[in-house]
C-alpha cells in the first residue's frame, strides 16, 4: 500500500519562502511521476509541480503560476519529494497535496504540448494535505 504524508504547510507573510515535504512508502516502481497539486477555497484543484524518478532536473516541469518560484525536488534514498516555494504570494493560499503516479509522468505535462496540463489522471496515490496560509 503506498502512503503519502504531507508536512510544513503553515501561515507565511507574502514575499516569504516555504519548504513542503511529502514523506512516501509502499511504492516500488521502475518508473514514477511525483507531483504537487493545490485547492484553494471555491477553485478547481490545480497540478503545480511534477517530477520523474531520480530527480533529473531535466524533466521537471511546472504551472505557469508558479514557474520560477517553486522548485520540485526529491531525496530518493529517504523516499521524501520536496516543494520549495519562495516569493509566496497571496493566491498560493491553498491546501496543498503530493500525489504519485505509478508510471512516468505524462508527456503532456511539459512544455511543448498544446494545452498541457499537470492533471490528476497521471497520479495513483494522494495525500491528506498540509495547508498553506498566505497573509500580506
Known amino acids: 500500500q503506498v502512503l503519502l504524508e504531507e508536512s510544513g504547510g503553515e501561515l507565511v507573510e507574502s514575499g516569504g519562502s516555504l519548504r513542503l515535504s511529502c514523506a512516501a512508502s509502499?511504492?516500488?516502481?521502475?518508473?514514477?511521476?511525483l507531483a504537487w497539486f493545490r485547492q484553494a477555497p471555491g477553485k478547481e484543484r490545480e497540478g503545480v509541480a511534477a517530477i520523474d524518478r531520480d530527480g533529473d532536473a531535466g524533466r521537471a516541469t511546472y504551472a505557469d503560476s508558479v514557474k520560477g518560484r517553486f522548485t520540485i525536488s526529491q531525496d530518493s534514498a529517504k523516499n521524501i519529494f520536496y516543494l520549495q516555494m519562495n516569493n509566496l504570494k497571496l493566491e498560493d493560499a491553498a491546501m496543498y497535496y503530493c500525489a504519485v503516479g505509478a508510471e512516468k509522468c505524462p508527456e503532456n505535462y511539459y512544455d511543448g504540448y498544446p494545452n498541457r496540463k499537470i492533471g490528476a489522471y497521471g497520479m495513483d496515490y494522494w495525500g491528506k494535505g498540509t495547508l498553506v496560509r498566505v497573509s500580506s
Open positions: 509502499g511504492y516500488t516502481y521502475t518508473d514514477y511521476c
